[in-house]
């Protein structure tokens, strides 16, 4: 277990994060969106 | 071939190809600044500044390459040439960076600032001086072995006539390549002007070149007996290398055909180079150390040579497309092409 | 001077130039694959600022790049200079890796090149975007192929020595040392996580300075959840170093935790003090350092007691791991809470004190990078080569280091104001408002003339 940890497991959470991070980019709904109105 | 002749062929190939884009690359900062200095700024900067835009960074890697693959096929060369050349390496280390960094920041930050052009155009004329001190110490004579350890006699060093004749070609040789490659450039770009004034350097400097270099020749005699004689074994190169810079002359005193001359002066360099590269062989540094017992193990070579094939697949393509896309592109030469950096 | 002197100034040198040049390398490592997903986004949604974030970035990167580039030339002439016998010995092993890194480089230069330079050539942007594709390739392996020589130094295989010599070398097994796939992976992820941080407190600055433009907020949003990404793997594969570490180098994970005896079910302490062997004020978390070294609260931990006196690093880069180990969680709470509020709508993002707190992010990020080299490095004394060479044995016997410190340091000191002036010279002559004005300008110009944009 530790030796999957050491060596390969390193550069699959590497490789996943970058293609994660081509996958969330174009979701930019939410970087437009005006906060909440205070409550009255 | 040996692995180790290989190993050093292959170096010295990218150690020319330093010499021959850096001086290009240095030449050009110089006559920038110059240009600055005298108000014809006008004239030069703008072919200068489309010649150099695109290739700063490749220069710097031929050099790059060149050390670390000094160190990687012979790492003896790590102990000798590392330990003295402490003092001159990190001289040019500095002129590079303040060359490079100031050539990026008055290129994409602060267009025309007149101290950021002086900075760069200096440090790159004081460079190949500095580098060219490592060519000297080669020649043997400098380093004595104190207690097992190499130490470099800075007092012989700079007062050898030696030094300074070697300093003062490469000076010379950085000005005259610049200025006939430039020369060539220009009239590509169809810039009269430029290349009437580039013209006129190229010529200006072609002198000084010739006679620093006979003069080396004739300073090695008394100082190393040894490579002289394997020069003068080589006459024919330097014969032929001589013919080459007379023709170059010739095509830019005629003003004819200076794609040709700048091939004739790549010609030129490369048979004194090369004749001179070999006639030092076996000698890495006289009479310390030699490529045979400074070779790394046959695995390592081996695997290095490999690395060196798989990349120069890479590279050659790159640089092809480097080339095709700014260098040899007329619509971008000529400044049709609206090629603003980002 | 003495030849212990030579050594100090050796170390402090070498540190200086690694300390300064880290800031440019992890940015010209990171920043090309953030300009690549704005130009990406861009493209996919035809929106018009995200190409432009990505214009503008790498004209930013251009400066940084430079720096980058020399100090990295000259980081690495000074290798040879200042630990020639080191690289004597190292280099018959371990000289592919750095070969192949000015391979990298070299592609990465070419490109950049040929990218910086050609934003206009070409009618279709897909084809001006695949040019920074090796541009990003030849940067993060360039972090690869460097980092593997680090990890080498840590972990070195692939050699026997017998009597002094060197025999039977496999540069490839060398290579694939133990240390290489945590080293490699995280320091090449914190770039992505560094540069992402660095890119978002640029933009929140520029709101915080009064603009309200969208282009702003898309930038922040981009980078905030880039950091998130980034900032969540490199927690991760940090985890996993930690299990190296237990295995391959237990003096370095002991010595950064304080943990002296050998023991099971071993607490993670966070800063304290030292008196003796005794840790006091000290955060303590009971079993977690058991669970990062083996992924069991009760596994055993090596102490530092198991160690020669004269094997162990210096106990202050406790501090150096604690330092790096809290921006990094700082981080992931900072851009995990941005972009949760944004989806839920939470105001208190919005405000000015949480503004700033993304501006501190990007330097405190370039804090934590330092952090961390400088544990990487400090807690492998006294080796340079692990078992094998001493940082003194491997050091130049020449004189006059300190004077070539002074030098450096100068010379940083010009570099480092110098980009700073430069880039702020750069973004406040042409600040984005009037960029995306005259770019609607000609665009207005061209569609009347008949649609000849070039």
């Known amino acids: ?40 | 071939m040996s692995l180790e002749v290989l190993g050093i062929t292959v170096l010295m190939t990218f150690l020319f190809g330093y010499i021959i884009v850096g001086a290009i690359d240095f030449g050009a900062g110089f006559f920038n600044a110059y240009s600055l200095l005298t108000g014809k700024e006008h004239i030069l900067t703008n072919v200068i500044q489309r010649y150099l835009s695109p290739v700063w960074e490749v220069t710097n890697v031929f050099l790059v390459f060149f050390f670390v693959g000094m160190v990687g096929f012979f790492p003896s060369t790590a102990f000798y040439y590392g330990t003295t050349m402490l003092v001159p390496l990190s001289i040019a280390l500095i002129l590079l960076a303040i060359r490079g960094s100031y050539y990026a920041f008055e290129t994409y930050g602060a267009s025309g600032h007149k101290g950021y052009s002086f900075m760069y155009g200096m440090a790159g004329i004081l460079l190949p001086a500095s580098l060219s001190i490592v060519l000297t110490i080669s020649e043997g004579g400098f380093i004595d072995m104190v207690n097992g350890q190499p130490v470099l006699d800075y007092g012989a060093l700079f007062t050898s006539p030696l030094t300074w004749s070697i300093v003062f070609l490469s000076i010379a040789a950085t000005l005259y390549i610049s200025a006939v490659f430039l020369t060539w450039y220009a009239d590509k770009a169809g810039d009269r002007d430029a290349t009437e004034l580039l013209r006129k350097y190229a010529l200006i400097w072609s002198l000084p070149t010739i006679i620093t270099a006979g003069g080396i020749v004739w300073e090695l005699r008394s100082h190393n007996a040894d490579h002289y004689n394997q020069l003068l074994g080589l006459w024919w190169m330097f014969a032929l290398s001589g013919a080459l810079f007379i023709g170059t002359v010739y095509l830019l005193w005629k003003r004819h055909n200076y794609g040709l001359a700048v091939w004739l002066l790549i010609g030129q360099f490369a048979l004194a180079f090369y004749g001179y590269g070999i006639a030092h062989y076996p000698y890495l540094l006289y009479p310390h150390l030699t490529i045979h017992d400074s070779f790394t193990n046959p695995a390592m070579a081996t695997a290095l040579i490999i690395a060196f094939i798989l990349g120069l697949g890479l590279l050659i393509p790159s640089l092809y497309l480097l080339l095709r896309l700014f260098l040899f592109n007329k619509d971008y030469v000529k400044g049709r092409k609206k090629d603003e950096h980002a | ?454």
């Open chain 1, 1 to 40: 277990m530790d030796e999957f940890l050491m060596f390969y497991a390193p550069f699959i959470v590497l490789i996943g994060a970058i293609i994660l991070a081509f996958i969330v980019a174009p979701m930019d709904g939410a970087a437009t969106r005006p906060p909440k109105e205070k409550k009255k």
């Open chain 3, 1 to 454: 001077m003495g030849n212990e002197e030579s050594v100090f100034f050796s170390r402090v040198l070498t540190e200086l130039t690694l300390s300064f040049h880290i800031i440019y390398a992890t940015i010209g490592v990171g920043v090309p694959l953030m300009i690549m997903i704005a130009q990406w986004v861009g493209i996919r949604k035809n929106d018009e600022h995200y190409i432009l974030l990505a214009r503008r970035w790498a004209r930013g990167f251009v400066i940084t790049v430079a720096v980058g580039v020399v100090t990295g030339t000259a980081i690495g002439m000074q290798l040879s200079l200042l630990w020639p016998n080191f690289m004597e010995l190292a280099g018959q092993v371990i000289a592919l890796p750095l070969f192949m890194e000015t391979f990298a480089f070299f592609f990465e230069a070419i490109f950049l090149g040929i990218y910086l330079y050609t934003w206009d050539r070409f009618d279709n942007q897909k084809k001006h975007l695949l040019l920074l594709v090796p541009v990003a390739l030849g940067a993060s392996f360039s972090a690869v192929f460097i980092t593997i020589v680090n990890a080498f130094m840590n972990a070195p295989q692939g050699f026997d020595l017998v009597d002094g010599e060197l025999v039977n070398i496999q540069p490839l097994v060398a290579m694939f040392n133990p240390a290489m796939p945590t080293k490699v992976a995280h320091v090449v992820i914190t770039a992505y996580m560094t540069s992402a941080f660095i890119l978002a407190a640029i933009a929140a600055f520029r709101l915080l300075k009064g603009s309200d433009h969208v282009y702003h907020k898309k930038a922040l949003f981009l980078t905030m959840k880039l950091g998130l990404i980034f900032s969540i793997g490199a927690a991760v594969i940090g985890d996993f170093s930690g299990k190296y570490l237990a295995e391959y180098q237990p003096e370095k994970l002991a010595a950064a935790e304080w943990h002296f005896e050998t023991e099971g079910e071993a607490p993670l302490m966070l800063y304290g003090i030292l008196d003796g062997q005794e840790v006091k004020y000290a955060i303590t978390i009971p079993y977690a350092l058991s669970i990062l070294a083996h992924s069991d609260p009760t596994a055993e931990v090596i102490g530092l007691n198991d160690f020669p006196e004269d094997e162990i690093p210096p106990l202050y880069i406790h501090y150096l791991f604690d330092t790096m180990v809290t921006i990094g969680v700082l981080m992931i709470m900072v851009s995990g809470l941005y972009w949760l509020g944004r989806h839920m709508r939470w105001r208190f993002i919005h405000s000015r004190w949480y503004r700033w707190l993304i501006v501190a992010g990007g330097p405190l990020t370039v804090i934590a990078i330092e952090a961390g080299w400088w544990y990487a490095e400090v807690g492998r004394q006294p080796w340079i080569l692990r078992d094998i060479m001493k940082v003194p044995e491997a050091a130049t016997t020449s004189g006059h280091v300190d004077t070539m410190l002074y030098l450096f340091a100068t010379l940083y000191l010009i570099l480092g104001v110098g980009s700073v002036v430069v880039l702020r010279r750069m973004f406040r002559n042409n600040p984005v408002e009037r960029e995306i004005a005259d770019r609607e300008a000609e665009v207005r110009e061209g569609t009347r003339k008949g649609g000849d944009h070039r």
